[in-house]
């Protein structure tokens, strides 16, 4: 393998494994290259992208590497995360929303299982709108977050409590959670006081989130090595 080859899969590897990342020696088992031969190809790469002035850094933390933005950059990525306009949820979020509302308290690696897919950004992104919160931790290895949903979550849809969630039978195995999730949200709007139909779908379009491919990774639901982040 060429080394403009080897780096150019090194990033898509890095990209696809988010903030979990990977280490020199996971790269170099999936590429079948010599450990040495990845530190370099990686090292160039660090070079590369500050004297391209790539808008993504390669990281090095605690003998993981992953791709990071840049601190400098901060102030714009604040402004994405908290625009009024960003107001409508991903058809990822709205299924981890809905697994967490019927199944909480609820860890990550418990979503991913139902899900089949990556769940970290859509459960970050539940966090930060006020939709999810941590509500302890699980008695298990490395005692990963449990996730409930909030005080918002129940004011927004007009339930007094999570008891008044319709048909509590749903999202016991993921081969209709499309469907049910669509299912739900549409009940769950019904109850919206004052909200037009219009207000209701701008708040929750069930478009995709393009800009976050890694939901869509397969995980395997044995693998539970990373239940203690998040």
Do not use: C, W
Request: hydrophobic share 40%.
């Amino acid at each position: 393998m060429d080394f403009p080859k080897l780096k150019s899969i090194i990033e898509g590897l890095l990209f696809l494994s988010g903030e979990e990342g990977l280490s020199v020696k996971q790269i170099a088992e999936i590429v079948d290259q010599r450990v040495e031969l990845v530190t370099d190809a990686i090292e160039d790469m660090i070079g590369d992208f500050a004297r391209q002035g790539r808008g993504v850094q390669i990281l090095k933390i605690a003998g993981v590497v992953q791709l990071g933005t840049l601190p400098e950059h901060a102030a714009y990525f604040e402004k994405l995360a908290y625009s009024p306009a960003r107001t409508s949820l991903s058809q990822a979020a709205l299924e981890t929303l809905a697994i967490v509302a019927y199944r909480q308290p609820i860890t990550r690696v418990e979503i991913e299982e139902i899900r089949g897919v990556k769940s970290e950004r859509a459960i970050h992104t539940l966090v930060n709108k006020d939709l999810i919160v941590e509500v302890g931790r699980a008695e298990a290895i490395g005692r990963p977050i449990l996730y409930g949903t909030t005080k918002s979550f129940l004011d927004y849809f007009g339930l007094a409590s999570i008891k008044d969630l319709p048909e509590p039978g749903l999202f016991e195995d993921s081969e209709n959670l499309e469907e049910e999730t669509q299912l739900l949200f549409n009940k769950l709007d019904m109850n919206q006081p004052d909200v037009s139909d219009t207000d209701v779908q701008s708040v929750f379009d069930f478009e995709e989130e393009a800009a976050f491919p890694e939901e869509d990774i397969a995980v395997d639901p044995e693998d539970d090595s990373s239940g203690s982040s998040s």
